[in-house]
């Protein structure tokens, strides 16, 4: 009787199991235990590997020999990757390689001037080993998807970070770097962005690496507002305003108004006051910021966000050089280099929105604060501040004497007392438009000669991106090499800041229409372990694994070999 209950117990186990095979082969699921869910792909990266009609494939440079930090970085990698593929249908495949096997010195030579044309940078490796050694690797991959190729820099390196907070940030981000480049070269066509001319903004020069990189995503144009009757929302995904100098009709106004009800996005770079640094070598080291008058601030006040006629000052800044000491001739005999505060550089972001998650310190010069309107007329808009000066700030109300004298006097803390102040806001929603109820007879005679001038009083949803530095994007030439230096490359520290990747992320938001940008809000704990308890309890951990699992395997022996000489002695 005993036999048979067992053997019926025995076939239902089977039987379920059978069937739990059978649910699963159909019937795909995984249970991510983890807090912060760093297992589970955000809805919008299912989708997108979902619509996979080819092959991607993922080669990743992250094989050898490694330090304990990139072996993390590089199993992390691989798990985000088998989970992707598992979501692909088979459309995602993925090999790890070592750029560096070779044994031969040439063909290592020509394999790194490879990854380097592809986009890659590599990183020396120092090891401290019985004999000192270095080693280059590549920290990232290159995606292929029907013929086409986009690099994916893995190791997201940061200015005043330590390396476990940079490796954490990066495998954070890997879904979001993965994912976004399967969404770029899924694309048929690069959506276009237009830069915006006619109002003294930025020359083609002055933006040059910003609009290369932008390049290699989307189509780029340079678009005259006054010499066209209005922005072809269809036609643009985004456009750029990059620090227009020159006043904004109110029929220039009224096109970029239109373009944006009908859903276009905008990314403002803009300043009210005219404060170049050259003014200070013109003009004896001093000068007065003047207003360029540029006639936007009712506009931007309707969208829900007002740009102030100020330069904040922050603590927390970068540098210039001055002169110490004259010759007898006159000449300087040193420079040195003084904290200068109208050059803040800003590490207050917001880590809960996807364009400023786990940015690096930004570079800001003369730049304004601006104030979030929470009248009627912006009720329907999402006001976000993504960027804020340090908690040791503060603004200086127009008119502006700016004197580079200043620098030399110890800056007192209790003469900057405003803190937290905003500097770049993302606006998201329905706005109102700036020309409702009150079109001018000019204006509304140019709406109707034209069905495409149709006007709107509401936007469809739609996203904003204020920078209150019309400079954020600018670039400088290199007077060696005579190429262009990146947005947020300081010659005078040779620092370079990231604001190039701030612009990329907000244009990357402003035009994302699947949500994949949502993946860079991802979070994961730093849980990191107390090195000094480490040191102290070092031997006694060691000795706890080694001897536990051997004494519990000893001792389910002892007990097993108990239980079977009680049965047969029985």
Same mark, same amino acid.
């Given at each position: 009787?005993?036999?048979?209950?067992?053997?019926?117990?025995?076939?239902?186990?089977?039987?379920?199991?059978?069937?739990?095979?059978?649910?699963?082969?159909?019937?795909?699921?995984?249970?991510?235990?983890?807090?912060?869910?760093?297992?589970?792909?955000?809805?919008?990266?299912?989708?997108?590997?979902?619509?996979?009609?080819?092959?991607?494939?993922?080669?990743?440079?992250?094989?050898?020999?490694?330090?304990?930090?990139?072996?993390? !970085?590089?199993?992390?990698?691989?798990?985000?990757? +088998? &989970?992707?593929?598992?979501? $692909?249908?088979?459309? =995602? %495949? @993925?090999?790890?390689?070592?750029?560096?096997?070779?044994?031969?010195?040439?063909?290592?030579?020509?394999?790194?001037?490879?990854?380097?044309?592809?986009?890659?940078?590599?990183?020396?490796?120092?090891?401290?080993?019985?004999?000192?050694?270095?080693?280059?690797?590549?920290?990232?991959?290159?995606?292929?998807?029907?013929?086409?190729?986009?690099?994916?820099?893995? !190791?997201?390196?940061?200015?005043?970070?330590?390396? +476990? &907070?940079?490796?954490?940030? $990066?495998?954070?981000? =890997? %879904? @979001?770097?993965?994912?976004?480049?399967?969404?770029?070269?899924?694309?048929?066509?690069?959506?276009?962005?237009?830069?915006?001319?006619?109002?003294?903004?930025?020359?083609?020069?002055?933006?040059?690496?910003?609009?290369?990189?932008?390049?290699?995503?989307?189509?780029?144009?340079?678009?005259?507002?006054?010499?066209?009757?209005?922005?072809?929302?269809?036609?643009?995904?985004?456009?750029?305003?990059?620090?227009?100098?020159?006043?904004?009709?109110?029929?220039?106004?009224?096109? =970029?108004?239109?373009?944006?009800?009908?859903?276009?996005?905008?990314?403002?770079?803009?300043?009210?006051?005219?404060?170049?640094?050259?003014?200070?070598?013109?003009?004896?080291?001093?000068?007065?910021?003047?207003?360029?008058?540029?006639?936007?601030?009712?506009?931007?006040?309707?969208?829900?966000?007002?740009?102030?006629?100020?330069?904040?000052?922050?603590?927390?800044?970068?540098?210039?050089?001055?002169?110490?000491?004259?010759?007898?001739?006159?000449?300087?005999?040193?420079?040195?280099?003084?904290?200068?505060?109208?050059?803040?550089?800003?590490?207050?972001?917001?880590?809960?929105?996807?364009?400023?998650?786990?940015?690096?310190?930004?570079?800001?010069?003369?730049?304004?604060?601006?104030?979030?309107?929470?009248?009627?007329?912006?009720?329907?808009?999402?006001?976000?501040?993504?960027?804020?000066?340090?908690?040791?700030?503060?603004?200086?109300?127009?008119?502006?004497?700016?004197?580079?004298?200043?620098?030399?006097?110890?800056?007192?803390?209790?003469?900057?007392?405003?803190?937290?102040?905003?500097?770049?806001?993302?606006?998201?929603?329905?706005?109102?438009?700036?020309?409702?109820?009150?079109?001018?007879?000019?204006?509304?005679?140019?709406?109707?000669?034209?069905?495409?001038?149709?006007?709107?009083?509401?936007?469809?949803?739609?996203?904003?991106?204020?920078?209150?530095?019309?400079?954020?994007?600018?670039?400088?030439?290199?007077?060696?090499?005579?190429?262009?230096?990146?947005?947020?490359?300081?010659?005078?520290?040779?620092?370079?800041?990231?604001?190039?990747?701030?612009?990329?992320?907000?244009?990357?938001?402003?035009?994302?229409?699947?949500?994949?940008?949502?993946?860079?809000?991802?979070?994961?704990?730093?849980?990191?372990?107390?090195?000094?308890?480490?040191?102290?309890?070092?031997?006694?951990?060691?000795?706890?694994?080694?001897?536990?699992?051997?004494?519990?395997?000893?001792?389910?022996?002892?007990?097993?070999?108990?239980?079977?000489?009680?049965?047969?002695?029985?």
């Amino acid at each position: 009787m005993k036999q048979r209950t067992a053997v019926a117990t025995l076939s239902f186990v089977i039987a379920v199991l059978v069937l739990v095979n059978i649910i699963a082969f159909y019937v795909y699921g995984r249970f991510d235990l983890t807090r912060e869910k760093r297992y589970t792909l955000t809805p919008a990266t299912r989708e997108l590997l979902g619509n996979l009609d080819d092959i991607a494939y993922v080669k990743v440079y992250l094989e050898g020999e490694f330090p304990a930090g990139f072996k993390r !970085l590089r199993n992390s990698t691989q798990e985000m990757l +088998d &989970e992707m593929r598992s979501y $692909s249908g088979g459309m =995602l %495949e @993925y090999e790890f390689s070592d750029p560096m096997a070779n044994s031969d010195a040439k063909e290592r030579e020509a394999v790194t001037q490879q990854l380097m044309d592809k986009g890659l940078s590599p990183t020396r490796l120092i090891e401290n080993t019985e004999e000192y050694s270095e080693k280059i690797i590549f920290p990232g991959a290159v995606v292929s998807y029907k013929g086409r190729d986009l690099p994916v820099i893995l !190791l997201q390196e940061q200015l005043n970070k330590s390396p +476990d &907070e940079t490796l954490n940030n $990066s495998i954070a981000l =890997l %879904e @979001y770097n993965l994912a976004n480049a399967v969404q770029k070269l899924q694309r048929p066509t690069k959506p276009s962005i237009a830069f915006l001319e006619g109002h003294g903004e930025l020359p083609p020069k002055a933006v040059e690496d910003f609009a290369f990189t932008l390049s290699k995503y989307y189509l780029l144009k340079r678009f005259n507002l006054k010499d066209n009757l209005y922005i072809p929302s269809r036609e643009f995904s985004a456009v750029v305003i990059a620090k227009p100098t020159q006043k904004f009709e109110e029929s220039d106004k009224y096109k =970029l108004d239109q373009y944006i009800m009908n859903g276009g996005r905008v990314l403002w770079l803009v300043e009210n006051l005219n404060t170049e640094l050259d003014s200070l070598q013109r003009n004896g080291g001093a000068f007065i910021a003047t207003d360029y008058g540029l006639n936007l601030e009712d506009q931007l006040f309707r969208y829900g966000a007002r740009v102030n006629f100020d330069v904040v000052q922050d603590m927390q800044c970068s540098q210039i050089p001055l002169a110490v000491g004259i010759d007898q001739f006159g000449n300087a005999q040193d420079m040195q280099l003084f904290p200068w505060s109208y050059f803040p550089v800003a590490t207050n972001h917001n880590n809960e929105h996807p364009v400023s998650k786990n940015m690096d310190a930004l570079l800001f010069q003369f730049a304004a604060t601006i104030d979030t309107i929470t009248g009627k007329n912006a009720a329907k808009v999402e006001k976000t501040i993504l960027i804020s000066s340090s908690k040791y700030s503060r603004r200086t109300n127009a008119p502006i004497k700016i004197n580079v004298n200043d620098v030399r006097q110890k800056p007192d803390p209790a003469q900057y007392p405003d803190r937290n102040l905003p500097l770049a806001v993302a606006l998201e929603g329905e706005f109102e438009s700036a020309f409702k109820n009150r079109l001018a007879f000019s204006t509304q005679a140019m709406v109707d000669t034209l069905p495409e001038l149709k006007f709107k009083d509401h936007s469809q949803a739609t996203r904003m991106v204020v920078i209150a530095d019309g400079d954020f994007c600018r670039n400088d030439i290199d007077p060696k090499t005579r190429r262009s230096t990146p947005p947020g490359y300081y010659k005078y520290t040779r620092e370079t800041f990231a604001n190039k990747d701030f612009l990329l992320n907000a244009i990357e938001w402003l035009t994302d229409e699947n949500g994949i940008i949502a993946a860079r809000s991802r979070e994961l704990k730093m849980r990191l372990l107390d090195e000094q308890r480490v040191k102290d309890e070092k031997f006694f951990w060691q000795l706890l694994n080694t001897l536990c699992p051997i004494a519990l395997v000893l001792g389910f022996a002892g007990l097993f070999g108990w239980l079977r000489r009680r049965k047969y002695a029985q």
